[in-house]
């Protein structure tokens, strides 16, 4: 499978998991919700996670190779 297609699905998952947890916060109304989602989602809340994960050593070199 061509490596864009798969970050295309990758995007997908990532942001499933993430309207999952906004749920979480019991926010309602779609607008509200959409726009909740959006901070996650977009480029800089993907490097607020990935920052979070490293300084945190939740994402490190022996993780990724399990998971791999």
Do not use: N, P, S, W
């Amino acid at each position: 499978m061509d490596v864009l297609a798969l970050a295309f699905l990758g995007d997908a998952v990532y942001e499933l998991r993430v309207r999952k947890h906004v749920l979480g916060f019991g926010i309602t109304g779609a607008d509200r919700l959409h726009r909740a989602c959006v901070k996650y989602v977009c480029a800089a809340g993907q490097e607020r996670a990935v920052k979070y994960m490293l300084e945190g050593h939740i994402l490190t070199e022996e993780v990724g190779k399990r998971v791999l």
